[in-house]
């Protein structure tokens, strides 16, 4: 696609619940990273997949938090028994190329979030 | 873990030229730095990236000196519009390349 599409853009869900948050990166991109945002904040990195492995999970806040990524493209984060600490918007990012390539241009883009509130 | 550092806030006038910097001690050998804007309710977007020198482009600037340890986002003749939250973004020495670390971010306010 023209950009990378996020999915749900808002989820209010309560407390206990699982979620699942969607990205479909751009075409062709082979590294995918997931990224949270609580209010105010800044960006804390969650995980990174280069083609459909995920190198380093140690940024998932706790083992409620997982990632898959399938055929090298969408990839979804599911958050298991929501907590309202959960609460954010969850964005997600894609690059050509994996970081620490050195290659010049290789840009990660980022969608537009999934805004998740847990009541 | 890479730490970078920029100033929380910064405060501007339009027209004039703001200069935003990043530390960053500990910024991987082959990895560049680039620079991001995000506006409320959005995803950061791209503003420029660059490994060492100078990059321009058609909305700024970047001075990265020949150590690397830090970068100088430059905005000329700053608009209302361009009131946001700028972050740098570098590689992850400590962790081989997997963890990208933002900032924390400096949101700059631009008055008439």
């Known amino acids: 696609g023209a950009g990378v599409s996020q999915s749900p853009s808002n989820k209010v869900t309560e407390k206990g619940k699982d979620v699942e948050l969607r990205c479909d990166p751009i075409s062709g991109h082979t590294a995918l990273y997931w990224y949270r945002q609580s209010l105010g904040q800044g960006l804390e990195f969650l995980i990174y997949f280069q083609g459909n492995s995920a190198p380093d999970k140690s940024g998932l806040p706790s083992d409620r938090f997982s990632a898959e990524r399938t055929g090298g493209s969408v990839s979804t984060l599911t958050i298991q028994r929501t907590q309202q600490e959960d609460s954010a918007v969850y964005l997600c990012?894609?690059?050509?190329?994996?970081?620490?390539?050195?290659?010049?241009?290789?840009?990660?883009?980022f969608g537009e979030g999934s805004w998740l509130t847990v009541v | 873990l890479a730490k970078t550092t920029q100033p929380i806030s910064m405060d501007s006038y339009e027209g004039q030229e703001v200069n935003i910097t990043c530390s960053h001690n500990?910024?991987?050998?082959?990895?560049?730095i680039t620079w991001y804007q995000q506006f409320p309710s959005q995803g950061p977007r791209f503003i420029i990236q660059g490994y060492k020198t100078k990059v321009t482009n058609e909305v700024a600037s970047l001075f990265i000196p020949a150590d690397r340890k830090s970068s100088t986002l430059s905005l000329p003749r700053v608009s209302l519009s361009d009131t946001a939250v700028y972050y740098c973004l570098v590689g992850d020495e400590d962790t081989g390349f997997q963890k990208l670390v933002f900032g924390t971010g400096t949101r700059l306010l631009v008055s008439p």
């Open positions: 500990n910024i991987a050998t082959n990895d560049y």
């Open positions: 990012a894609s690059s050509f190329l994996g970081v620490g390539t050195g290659v010049s241009g290789n840009t990660i883009y």
